[in-house]
């Protein structure tokens, strides 16, 4: 069955930075595209960034551009969100997702999410 | 970019029917599929409905989606309301700028 389990989240100061990573299974990983998506507290879902199979393609949001950066590593099954700069609006649970196209399609699978807190 | 608006929240009781509209803002709502998501409190969403009115395996049928083009908008009907069916709903659309957009979600209270 597919899984996607985030972790590396936790908190960290304005202006700092941290790596989320999802490790994937139940499916061969490199033949799909993956997403990041956030939640702020008590708020709705915020699309943030994606990646192509092959990491050629590549988009953000607004909001993250310039400060988020998005990988995956098809040998090790695994995607990652390297952030830096943060700021205290950057506090959420950030899932990553399956989507079906790179186009707006469905998010078909999601992970169960990494809080992460920015905070002084 | 367009947004998509949905009610802050709709009630209903066990047994009866809800509808859950979701409003395009701008753009043809018909131009891109629209997708529903539920999420239980403390759960990572789920879809309900893709592609304005499929429903993936698993989903009853009491879950239905329809376009709407004279209001521009997208509609989740649930049917024969559990009291399981209490969720956040979010619907969500494509934006050729910003590719995936959600709507500001939707509380249903089944009281």
């Known amino acids: 069955q597919v899984q996607l389990v985030e972790s590396g989240g936790g908190l960290v100061k304005p202006g700092g930075s941290l790596r989320l990573s999802c490790a994937a299974s139940g499916f061969t990983f490199s033949d799909y595209y993956m997403s990041w998506i956030r939640q702020a507290p008590g708020k709705g879902l915020e699309w943030v960034s994606f990646?192509?199979?092959?990491?050629?393609?590549?988009y953000y949001a607004d909001s993250v551009k310039g400060r988020f950066t998005i990988s995956r590593d098809n040998a090790k099954n695994s995607l990652y969100l390297q952030m830096n700069s943060l700021r205290a609006e950057d506090t959420a649970v950030y899932y990553c997702a399956r989507p079906i196209n790179d186009y707006g399609g469905n998010f078909d699978y999601w992970g169960q999410g990494t809080l992460v807190t920015v905070s002084s | 970019n367009f947004m998509l608006t949905q009610p802050h929240s709709v009630s209903e009781s066990p047994g009866k029917t809800v509808t859950i509209s979701c409003t395009r803002s701008w753009g043809r709502i018909a131009s891109n599929y629209v997708q529903w998501y539920q999420q239980r409190p403390g759960s990572a969403p789920t879809t309900v409905i893709y592609e304005d009115n499929q429903r993936p395996s698993g989903v009853p049928d009491r879950f239905s989606g329809s376009i709407d083009s004279s209001s521009n908008s997208a509609s989740l009907t649930i049917s024969g309301l559990k009291t399981e069916d209490e969720a956040d709903y979010y619907c969500q659309s494509y934006d050729s700028s910003n590719p995936w957009v959600f709507g500001g979600g939707t509380k249903l209270t089944v009281l």
């Open positions: 990646l192509s199979t092959s990491g050629t393609t590549i």
